[in-house]
């Protein structure tokens, strides 16, 4: 069982980790300093939006 349960294991903090990353990678306000808060804006409108 413990061979079956160590992938999924590593699959799922995988997943939750690139969702944990794409959530936080527009908000930051790195981007917005050093872009125009225009693009970093939008992004964050079409995944509210889309719900991905």
């Given at each position: 069982?413990?061979?079956?349960v160590?992938?999924?294991a590593l699959w799922l903090g995988v997943c939750?980790?690139?969702m944990a990353a794409s959530a936080q990678v527009p908000p930051p306000p790195k981007v917005a300093g050093g872009k125009p808060s225009q693009n970093p804006h939008n992004k964050?409108?079409?995944w509210q939006l889309g719900g991905n």
């Open positions: 069982m413990q061979f079956c160590k992938p999924f939750l980790w690139a964050i409108k079409r």
